[in-house]
């Protein structure tokens, strides 16, 4: 089950706000809200307006259909940041060497969606997914610089290596592939 809520007209522009959403995608909302009470930022409270709103919309909708929704289950699917108009004032600010700023007020848009269904289905969530490591190195190849050792290598590989390497005409390359076979 998903919801959304949206807040719109929020004061602040649109590229601070995002640094703020940016800390709770993905994450569950117990600890999306841990982390938003705890921002230094001016952001951080009208999302977490938001994001109690979103909760609220998802237990509403839950006991509607008669489903039983714990909060704790919920999860940030998605959440971004719109912006919203400029409130350009006739007022003028000073600026140095005796010129004059046009006064700017920046508004934007959050919208926050809530899901029930489990991260390894979405594309936000796979790498949050429980059990694995998000920076576990492929088989076969070391952690270290992920590079392979070249004593690793089988003679298959070193052949295959040598043909992929050579440069020039086809021919060359297919004396290259004869030399490693006899050997």
């Given at each position: 089950?998903?919801?959304?809520?949206?807040?719109?007209?929020?004061?602040g522009?649109?590229?601070?706000?995002?640094?703020v959403?940016?800390?709770?995608?993905?994450?569950n909302?117990?600890?999306?809200?841990?982390?938003?009470?705890?921002?230094?930022?001016r952001a951080?409270?009208?999302?977490?307006?938001?994001l109690?709103?979103a909760?609220?919309?998802?237990?509403e909708?839950?006991?509607?259909?008669?489903?039983?929704?714990?909060?704790?289950?919920l999860?940030?699917?998605?959440?971004?940041?719109?912006?919203?108009?400029?409130?350009?004032?006739?007022?003028?600010?000073p600026a140095p060497?005796?010129?004059a700023?046009?006064?700017?007020?920046?508004?934007?848009?959050?919208?926050?969606?809530?899901?029930?269904?489990g991260?390894?289905?979405?594309?936000?969530?796979?790498?949050?997914?429980?059990?694995?490591?998000?920076?576990?190195?492929?088989?076969?190849?070391k952690?270290?610089?992920?590079?392979?050792?070249a004593?690793?290598?089988?003679?298959?590989?070193?052949?295959?290596?040598?043909?992929?390497?050579?440069k020039g005409?086809?021919?060359?390359a297919?004396?290259a592939?004869e030399?490693?076979?006899?050997?």
């Open positions: 089950m998903e919801t959304r809520a949206s807040s719109r007209y929020l004061r522009s649109a590229q601070k706000a995002r640094l959403v940016d800390m709770i995608r993905g994450k909302v117990g600890d999306a809200l841990a982390i938003l009470q705890f921002t230094n930022k951080a409270h009208p999302i977490e307006k938001c109690r709103s909760i609220a919309n998802a237990t909708s839950a006991e509607r259909a008669n489903i039983a929704v714990d909060p704790d289950d999860w940030v699917k998605a959440c971004f940041v719109d912006m919203g108009p400029h409130k350009n004032r006739r007022r003028v600010r060497q005796g010129r700023y046009r006064e700017q007020r920046h508004f934007c848009h959050v919208t926050v969606l809530l899901s029930t269904d991260k390894e289905n979405s594309p936000v969530g796979k790498g949050a997914v429980k059990g694995k490591k998000a920076n576990a190195p492929a088989a076969g190849v952690a270290e610089g992920r590079k392979r050792d004593s690793a290598k089988t003679s298959t590989d070193s052949g295959a290596e040598k043909q992929k390497t050579t005409t086809p021919a060359k297919e004396a592939t030399e490693t076979t006899q050997e």
